[in-house]
């Protein structure tokens, strides 16, 4: 009996509550626990079948088809959704006597990459707007109603577009990535989630140390200020998904704001955010700056060299020369061919500059300093002009110092007999000399060089006018400094002086200590002004003065 009691208490309970529902469709202002009571069918059902078997182990089996209580709702609201687009014209604005007020936010999931070869930047976003359309308001149990993209066709949206975009896009994939939400009040949710690749105007004069301010702008494409206005919805209306990072740049900030911009057409309400970024340097100190200072310091090994290994000391310039053109070239890929040097520019030149001062400076040692390499012979018409009075007489007093008879340059070519020069074996070598013939000299000279080992360590004339002679050219000079080359000057206490053969040249002295410090002082500036100089971050005027139509 009591089991009987409690059905039949269930089927009166539920027939009062079909009754309430049947009502109700023709009351769509109802309140909402008239629809959904607190006590379900389900749960009444269910609570009957638990207690009809109290002591079965097996669960209470339950088979519902769709409860009448669902269906009525969902026509409930195709009813208030037709009653609402009955009298609906999408193209006019949901007001007329004042503007129409979107408001906006951003949520960015990633950014970058960050492309400086075509100064655009891309992100990927939900973008959502938000604007109050009365005609659409309605009164029902449900505050607010997510609806199919096709209801977006019959509704009036605003045409909202990036001034500065550049192939951006909505996800379809599975369907296409938007939402539509409508409140009681008309309150209206456009959600989409976009890829935006916008344009980003650089100035790369610090790259790599450089910061870049990335601007997003958007607005109404058709309505003025008169009919539509932009607004952030409020304080944190820019956000980042937690962790978010970008491979190239760290993000400083960003800020937005709303602006007014004049074009042809009038006023238009314009968004503006910027994002404000500042490389990383890492990758250019690992792949640019140190590889840079490496060869150049490499350059500078021919400085300790000997000057007569020629083929080593061009060799090397040469290839540090070559090398630093590759990073050179490799450098430049990722960059567009701007009017001005950036900062990288401005360091491979410096470094370009010193591997080619080792050339020169290699150059000017060969010139002044390097009189043979003992492999060829000077030939004779280079010392056959020795003729005159003056360096006959420098020839004959030679002769006389160094006790050679009379007789002694007879058969000798007529150049070893102006200039000695292949005839005279250097101090310490040995009592025997070898001569062009086979005429012997009785009287050894101590103080001669031979050749092949002869350089020239003595300077008479003051270092500007030598330095002169150098610019200039001057033929003669030189070959004074090559005669001066084959004797030594007696000191004032008697002792002849050392004459040594693989002498270091003084040129090669001053380079190695000039160029690693004059280096080392032009990169200390250098990094000062780039790192420690970084312009602060400003507004500027949007790059959209040309997106008159």
């Not at 008239?34 to 669960?59: G, H, L, W």
């Not at 150059?363 to 009075?389: L, N, Q, R």
Request: glycine share 4%; aromatic share 12%.
């Amino acid at each position: 009996m009591f089991v009987k009691a409690q059905i039949m208490q269930s089927l009166i309970l539920i027939i009062c509550v079909n009754m309430v529902h049947t009502f109700s469709l023709d009351l769509p202002t109802i309140d909402q626990d008239v629809y959904m009571p607190n006590v379900s069918m389900r749960s009444i059902v269910m609570d009957f079948y638990a207690k009809q078997s109290p002591n079965s182990t097996e669960e209470p089996r339950f088979i519902m088809k769709r409860s009448p209580l669902i269906d009525g709702v969902s026509k409930n609201i195709t009813l208030v959704l037709d009653n609402l687009l009955k009298n609906y014209e999408s193209s006019h604005l949901p007001t007329h006597d004042k503007p129409t007020v979107v408001k906006t936010n951003i949520l960015i999931r990633s950014m970058g990459p960050v492309s400086e070869l075509d100064m655009e930047y891309s992100m990927d976003c939900y973008f959502r707007q938000y604007w109050r359309d009365q005609r659409l308001s309605f009164l029902g149990p449900i505050k607010s109603l997510s609806l199919s993209i096709k209801m977006l066709e019959r509704i009036w949206r605003p045409d909202t577009y990036f001034y500065n975009g550049k192939n951006s896009y909505v996800h379809t994939i599975t369907v296409p990535n938007k939402l539509l939400r409508i409140s009681q009040d008309g309150d209206i949710l456009y959600s989409m989630r976009l890829t935006i690749k916008a344009k980003c105007p650089m100035e790369l004069r610090n790259f790599p140390m450089d910061r870049q301010s990335c601007p997003l702008i958007l607005g109404s494409y058709a309505y003025t200020t008169r009919e539509l206005v932009y607004q952030w919805q409020n304080d944190e209306s820019v956000n980042f998904v937690p962790g978010m990072t970008l491979s190239q740049f760290d993000l400083m900030s960003y800020r937005y704001r709303n602006f007014t911009f004049t074009r042809r057409e009038g006023d238009f309400s314009v968004l503006q955010v910027s994002f404000n970024l500042q490389r990383h340097t890492g990758y250019f100190l690992i792949q640019v700056y140190v590889p840079c200072i490496l060869i150049v310091v490499l350059s500078w090994v021919s400085f300790w060299i000997h000057r007569e290994a020629t083929s080593d000391r061009v060799g090397l310039g040469i290839t540090t020369v070559l090398t630093l053109s590759t990073i050179s070239l490799d450098s430049r890929t990722d960059l567009p061919k701007v009017r001005y040097a950036t900062a990288l520019d401005w360091f491979l030149l410096m470094s370009f500059f010193y591997c080619i001062a080792t050339l020169l400076e290699f150059a000017g040692v060969h010139y002044f300093t390097k009189v043979g390499s003992g492999e060829i012979p000077i030939d004779e018409d280079e010392w056959i002009d020795c003729e005159g009075e003056e360096e006959l007489a420098n020839v004959t007093d030679l002769i006389k110092e160094n006790n050679v008879t009379p007789g002694s340059h007879i058969g000798r070519r007529r150049s070893s007999i102006i200039c000695p020069i292949y005839n005279d074996s250097p101090m310490g070598y040995g009592n025997t000399r070898t001569t062009l013939t086979s005429t012997p000299v009785t009287a050894p000279s101590p103080v001669l060089l031979t050749m092949e080992r002869m350089t020239q360590t003595e300077n008479r004339l003051p270092k500007w006018r030598q330095f002169m002679y150098c610019l200039m050219g001057n033929d003669k000079f030189r070959k004074q400094r090559q005669r001066e080359a084959t004797a030594t000057e007696q000191q004032d206490q008697g002792h002849h002086g050392t004459r040594y053969v693989n002498s270091v040249s003084y040129i090669d002295r001053a380079a190695r200590v000039l160029f690693p410090m004059s280096f080392a002082l032009l990169n200390l500036c250098y990094w000062f002004v780039y790192v420690q100089y970084q312009e602060d971050f400003k507004w500027r005027d949007p790059p959209i003065r040309s997106f008159n139509h």
